[in-house]
Structures are given as C-alpha cells and as structure tokens.
C-alpha cells in the first residue's frame, strides 16, 4: 500500500507540476505579443524599457515599450549590423540579415560593469571606399571609411586581481579573407584580403580572418600600462591579388570595449 501512495505522490507531483508549467505559460501569453522581438535583461531575464534597438547602415531607430517589445520595420537585404543601446548596459550588437525579420527574438542584454571601457559605439567604416559588390556583405556599407585603421587612446586605472583583459569587437561585417571566402561570407571571385591585424601599445595581438559578433581578444597582462596611456590599432587588411595599387579590405565594425572576465 504504502508503495502505492508513493507512486500516486510521484505521479501527483507530475502532475502538478505540469499543470503549474501551463498556467505559467498562459499567463505569459497574455502579457506578451508574439509577433514582436523583445530585449531582456540577461539576468533577471525582465523586460527592459526605452532602449535603442538600431540599424546604423539604415539610419534606422526604434525604442523598445515598457514590455521591452520593438518591431524592426526597415527593409533588410544582406547582412547587416543591429545594435541595443541602454544606459547602465553593454552596448550591445547582432549581425542580422532579411531572415531575421521572420520570426520574432528575444535578446538578452548585460548590465555594464564598473571596469569595462567603452572605446566606441558609432558603426566604423575602415578601408579605402573602393570595393566589389560582391565583397561580404558590402551592400550595408554607407557610412564613409576612416582610412585603413582604428585606433583608439585610453587610460587603464587598474586590471582587476584574477581578471584577463580582453578587447571585445561587437560585430564586424565585410572581411574577405581567403577563410571568410571559405566560409561563404565573401563573394569575391578570385581576390582576397590579407587578415585585419589589431594592435596594443603597438604590438600585434591578433589576427581576424572571419566576420561575425562578439569577438573577443585577449590583450597579454604584460602588455598593460597601468595608469597610464593605452592604445588599441584595428587595421584592415590588402587585397592581396591588387598589386598595381594598395588596395585595402573595406569593413565595417561597431562596439569596440575593452573588458575584463
Ligand atoms: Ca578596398
């Protein structure tokens, strides 16, 4: 008898348990629209109000309501660079592309912590302006070049103790390296592009041969000036078969931040 109870307690507790998950559920149902993308705290996983959910290449803003829903009514074709603005958050970013408009995300967005350097938020065109349409994802690019590199200067007060020091690049678009050619996310035909080198204090610390989002760096503690002077150099890449003129690979990145984990 008594192994009876203990199966019909297990099958109850099932049970319940299960019912409790559909009541959830329903009530999540109502409070929130479907058909729309939202932005989460990554967290608390609550929904965070007026942020900025952009598409710099489209000159398009939109801000989130108070269940934290946006829709993204700007026409996409390629691949091109959504950012989350917020204050008190990570700038955030996502390569999207005209499939992401079909169905509704959610994005789950981190509270910024007090060590980490923002260098830049504004989408940076680096190369020349000269480019092939079939160049990754070069239909996005309208915003004008920078010239061949990035560099930006800064100051670290203090790395924290058990922390490495990374550089973080949001999302970059447009390299087309012979392994991004691999990767299907370059179109040129015959040419590619030598990597894009980045730079601290002047001495090479990587190379990036693919685009994509949150790619992250680590910069060698010995390489740290504490308290004083620090300096990041992002630098694009040649077109490798262009041997008449200096040709540089035209990309476009955005959220650069110097972050320690
Ligand atoms: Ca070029």
Known sequence: MKKYFFIFFIMFA????????????NIKKQT?????????????????GNAKVKLPSKNFMVETDTNGEFDLNAQIKDKTIMSVEKNGYKPFSLTI?????QKPFTIGIEKSKPYDIVL?????????DVFSSNSANAAEFNV????PFLTKNFLIKKVPKDKQCYLTIGSVIGIDTQMAKQMGQSKVKIAYSSPVEIFFNNKQIAELKINGDNQKIPIPNELIKIGQNNQITIKTGRNLFQTA?????????????IEFN
């Open 14 to 25: 099932l049970f319940a348990n299960c019912a409790y998950s559909q009541i959830s559920g």
């Open 32 to 48: 929130q629209n479907t058909n729309r993308s939202r932005i989460i705290d990554s967290k608390t996983k609550e929904p965070i």
């Open 97 to 101: 592309d005209e499939h992401s408009k």
């Open 120 to 128: 830049e938020t504004d989408l940076c065109h680096i190369g020349d």
């Open 144 to 147: 004008k070049a920078v010239g």
């Open 245 to 257: 003129y200096i040709d540089y690979d035209d990309i476009e990145l955005m959220n650069v931040l």
